[in-house]
């Protein structure tokens, strides 16, 4: 247990500080930022077509309410969360990968739901927006990274490559 918070601690600082790079910023981060916003607006076109994304920026169509996707909101942070976590637990690298990936989509698709959400809720009350973003979403994303990195250390569970499964386990 205290190898793997000393290994998780130890990832988190370095893919943090990584992430804090001009370099990660202008190519990674920016990037996936506007790429969340044009995810976004392209889901909200199926029953609001007057919206447009210019950047990480979601806008009305008569302008007269936009939501910008910052640090911190963009799902990055959670992410390198749940990496860490699944990368400092003793696996298979297979498993590792897979947990990665599902993981990440996981993670993402439900902070696309929250950028989703609080564009509508600015829309309709700022001070429920500001409450809702700085408190209930912030949970909630963390929340889904625990769970996503809970359930893939159940199916994940330090086995030998190539062992049979335990008995009575359904193979897929």
Same mark, same amino acid.
């Given at each position: 247990?205290?190898? !793997?918070?000393?290994?998780?601690?130890?990832?988190?600082?370095?893919?943090?500080? /990584?992430?804090?790079? @001009?370099?990660? +910023?202008?190519?990674?981060?920016? *990037?996936?930022?506007?790429?969340?916003?044009?995810?976004?607006?392209?889901?909200?076109?199926? !029953?609001? *077509?007057?919206?447009?994304?210019?950047?990480?920026? /979601?806008?009305?169509?008569?302008?007269? !309410?936009?939501?910008?996707?910052?640090? %911190?909101?963009? %799902?990055?942070?959670?992410?390198?969360?749940?990496?860490? #976590?699944?990368?400092?637990? *003793?696996?298979?690298?297979?498993?590792?990968?897979?947990? /990665?990936? /599902?993981?990440?989509?996981?993670? +993402?698709?439900?902070?696309?739901?929250?950028?989703?959400?609080?564009?509508?809720?600015?829309?309709?009350?700022?001070? #429920?927006?500001?409450?809702?973003?700085?408190?209930? $979403? +912030?949970?909630?994303?963390?929340?889904?990274?625990?769970?996503?990195?809970?359930? $893939?250390?159940?199916? #994940? +569970?330090?086995?030998?490559?190539?062992?049979? @499964?335990? *008995?009575?386990?359904?193979?897929?």
């Amino acid at each position: 247990m205290p190898r !793997f918070f000393v290994t998780f601690i130890l990832l988190l600082a370095a893919l943090f500080g /990584i992430e804090l790079t @001009p370099w990660a +910023q202008a190519s990674i981060v920016a *990037p996936w930022t506007d790429a969340v916003a044009r995810v976004a607006t392209t889901l909200i076109h199926g !029953f609001d *077509p007057g919206v447009h994304a210019r950047g990480n920026t /979601i806008a009305t169509a008569t302008g007269s !309410f936009a939501v910008s996707i910052e640090a %911190g909101c963009n %799902g990055v942070e959670a992410t390198l969360v749940l990496v860490a #976590a699944i990368l400092a637990f *003793p696996a298979t690298w297979r498993h590792r990968l897979m947990g /990665i990936a /599902i993981g990440t989509v996981a993670v +993402q698709g439900l902070n696309v739901v929250r950028v989703i959400s609080l564009f509508y809720l600015g829309q309709w009350s700022r001070d #429920a927006f500001e409450w809702a973003h700085l408190y209930v $979403w +912030q949970a909630l994303i963390m929340l889904d990274v625990l769970i996503v990195w809970l359930l $893939w250390v159940r199916l #994940a +569970q330090d086995r030998p490559a190539g062992a049979a @499964p335990p *008995p009575g386990a359904a193979i897929a």
